[in-house]
């Protein structure tokens, strides 16, 4: 057989040319990505099923599997299929059905393999483990891993039980248990990839290993594999793993305890009993509450990724070349993150110190990639001498995108504005990192304003995955589309927001921080406070943020929440004794907390102690949750109402990204829901009464939803 082509598939493509069978995904061009959904699983299984009726014949001597689409092999499971299943029967059968499809091809007796050039996550690394063998390309975007534990759920495509026998259970429990992602040569070197080639010669090189002599790619038994043999080996591995993951969680998700329970009982057992293992644990997880909230993030961060706004005849401006204004921590971060992407960035300040503040910051972000191995001392050169330090404005007509990062104070932003504007085209987007003073007053320095917004970032720009798109009235849709695409580009989660005091995520956190420090004053210790809020979920307590945030900074912005909402944001006296006590937080390494010069807490500050309650009362850890979130949920129903954000899902995307609000609670306001909003509002109600009116008054937004019996995201 020559050539034969099949042209009745719609989702894949099936090719036989000189007895070998090319199967490519992402033929329906239509899709951004490729995935696996049932109709492309169902294509999948005929075309298998043809290759193992040829071979009756010696008609097929091999098959390869790649992908059209440029930089994606497969993206993974359709996540819309896992919702279409309504019970824990349909999702142990949903499981099984993809397993067998890739039992058929682990069980082809010829020479398989996967041609992986980019993406290929979840049940696209299950198609590929089930391949007798792996090649990827050595392009920056491809990207293996196994990241279901972050919807809730488990591999179910017979991933728990191919990945051990691949790489080992050490490293099989370290992808799986975390979903975190490697490239090509990390896969080669865990023994995932057989060989790394760049991504044009891919499909040729995967032709010569078929028509090697020995294709089968059975595991060698390594030391890890051993472990599967060894039961007190195997022990002591799960045993280290459950005690490291139940720090890393607390304890607060299913999946990654499931997972260990999973991998521990089947180690060692035949392909079928694993399988079904598998298929019951996925089940029992798909169908759990905490999974379908992990879910609806995924399709929150999902949708935040289409820009919904006026539909604009032009595409996206190019943003190629970036320019900071403003060095520092903040500055240097952001200058990392054009670094980081290839936009060259000019990195402006007034004084020497200052810049050289920024290249330090910036060379610490590159420096943590390269200890992780995750780029090349090369690279971290490379990228580190790419960016430019200056004092004045020489050279700023080549940039596209300009981000001021200068200090809070507007005369001092308007100033620098109005001096920038004339040394830029008239096409570049100039936006500022502000995180709570006024876009639409800023926007008045500007001779062309529609060129001007907010881009808020998040301090540690290298950590936190939020950006606040900030809009005014005057600003061109195609400046918030361009500003859009390019945080997507960055690989930034964005959020349009309009302007308003304190946007959005400082907003809600600004009463929530304020209320920590109200419960001290009454008498509550830090140490309950900040652990109430651990046992929330939260990443860490108050206290503790306000010491990274900068105290300074905290009661900056209390001041201008203050001065522009009134009473129910009157900041806390407190902080401004801690504030005027010289204590900046952890940057000073004196705050709520003493810091060693590692940045370790060692204890509570001592101005904090003797200035504090004379005499400490108990109070239930629940009292001290919903005194700390119920301000929150009030703020968000007003910004909701104000029209801020369109919908209770931007807020939840926002707080989760933009502080840590745990994931699995599916946010501040889905969390509201789920405990009633009549009772919230019944809660606000008696802390009015008992704590104080202004930061308790009920707003109307909630009390309508109450009328009307409503919750947040039935609106």
């Given amino acids: 057989m020559d050539r034969e082509m099949d042209n009745n598939y719609e989702n894949i493509s099936y090719e036989v040319i000189e007895n070998i ?35 009756e014949d010696d008609a097929i001597s091999g098959v390869i599997f790649f992908s059209h689409k440029d ?47 980019g993406i290929c996550l979840g049940g696209g690394l299950e198609l590929a483990l089930a391949c007798k063998k792996i090649l990827a390309s050595n392009s920056p975007s491809t990207s293996l891993g196994l990241p279901e534990v972050q919807l809730g759920i488990l591999p179910g495509f017979g991933g728990t039980y191919r990945l051990p026998l691949r790489i080992g259970i050490p490293n099989a429990l370290d992808l799986i248990l975390t979903g975190k992602k490697v490239n090509a040569f990390k896969a080669k070197s865990l023994g ?117 706004g006026p ?45 050289e503040l920024g290249l330090k910051q910036s060379s610490a972000n590159f420096w943590r990639s390269v200890k992780k191995k995750k780029m090349s001392y090369d690279d971290f050169e490379k990228k580190q ?63 062309d304003s529609s060129r001007f917004l907010g881009l808020h970032f998040f301090n540690p720009v290298h950590r936190m995955p939020l950006v606040e798109i900030i809009t005014h009235d005057k600003v061109s849709p195609l400046v918030v589309k361009t500003v859009h695409q390019w945080c997507n580009k960055i690989k930034k989660t964005p959020i349009i927001v309009k302007d308003g005091p304190g946007f959005l995520v400082n907003r809600i956190l600004a009463p929530y921080l304020n209320e920590a420090s109200y419960l001290y004053e009454e008498g509550v210790s830090v140490a309950d406070i900040d652990n109430a809020a651990l046992a929330f979920g939260m990443p860490m307590g108050p206290f503790r943020l306000m010491d990274e945030v900068g105290i300074d900074v905290g009661v900056k912005v209390g001041k201008i929440l203050h001065h522009a909402l009134g009473e129910r944001m009157r900041p806390s006296p407190f902080v401004f004794k801690v504030f005027e006590s010289g204590a900046l937080g952890k940057k000073s390494n004196l705050g709520f907390y003493r810091y060693d010069e590692d940045g370790k807490s060692c204890g509570m500050n001592n101005f ?108």
């Fill in 385 to 447: 001498r790419s960016i430019s330090t200056q004092l004045g404005y020489d050279g700023f007509k080549k940039a596209h995108l300009i981000v001021e990062a200068v200090v809070e104070n507007m005369d001092l932003k308007k100033k620098v504005f109005a001096e920038v504007e004339e040394f830029v085209t008239s096409d570049c987007i100039i936006a500022s990192n502000t995180s709570s003073l006024s876009v639409t007053e800023m926007a008045a320095a500007f001779k």
């Fill in 71 to 117: 930089g994606v092999f497969l993206a993974g499971a359709d996540i819309n299929l896992i919702d279409s299943l309504k019970s824990e029967e349909e999702c142990k059968a949903g499981s099984s059905k993809g397993q067998e499809i890739f039992n058929l091809i682990e069980d082809l007796p010829l020479p398989t393999i996967a041609c992986i050039d």
């Fill in 311 to 355: 539909i604009e005849m032009r595409d996206p401006l190019p943003l190629s070349r970036g320019v900071v204004l403003g060095a520092g921590t903040m500055g240097g971060g952001i200058a990392w993150l054009m670094a980081d992407h290839g936009m060259r960035p000019v990195m402006k300040d007034i004084t020497i110190d200052a810049l």
């Fill in 192 to 308: 995932l990839v057989v060989e790394v080639f760049p991504k044009e010669r891919l499909l040729d090189m995967a032709l010569k290993f078929l028509t090697k002599k020995k294709a089968n790619n059975s595991v060698l038994k390594s030391i890890e594999n051993l472990a599967i043999d060894n039961f007190i080996a195997r022990k002591l591995i799960f045993q280290k793993a459950r005690e490291a993951t139940l720090k890393e969680t607390k304890g607060f998700y299913q999946a990654p305890m499931k997972i260990l329970e999973l991998l521990e009982n089947t180690a060692g057992k035949k392909r079928q009993y694993a399988l079904n293992a598998e298929a019951e644990a996925f089940a029992k997880l798909a169908m759990s509450e905490q999974s379908k909230r992990l879910r609806e993030i995924f399709f929150l961060i999902d949708k935040s990724k289409k820009y919904l």
């Fill in 21 to 55: 069978a090319y199967i490519g995904f992402g033929k329906n061009k239509q899709k951004a990505m490729p995935v696996l959904d049932e109709k492309t699983l169902f294509e999948l299984k005929k075309c298998i099923e043809k290759i193992k009726n040829f071979r």
């Fill in 608 to 715: 904090v102690v003797e200035n504090g309650p004379s005499k400490f009362k108990n109070m239930a850890e629940q009292d001290i949750q919903w005194r700390l979130l119920l301000p929150m949920i009030n703020e968000a129903a007003i910004i909701l109402d104000e029209g801020i954000v369109g919908t209770a899902g931007d807020v939840d995307l926002g707080l989760i990204m933009g502080i840590g609000l745990p994931p699995f609670r599916g946010g501040l306001l889905k969390y509201a829901d789920s405990e009633g909003i009549a009772s919230i509002v019944e809660k606000m109600d008696k802390y009015a009464s008992e704590v104080s009116v202004d930061r308790y008054q009920t707003c109307k937004y909630l009390r309508d939803l109450v009328e009307k019996q409503q919750r947040f995201y039935d609106v």
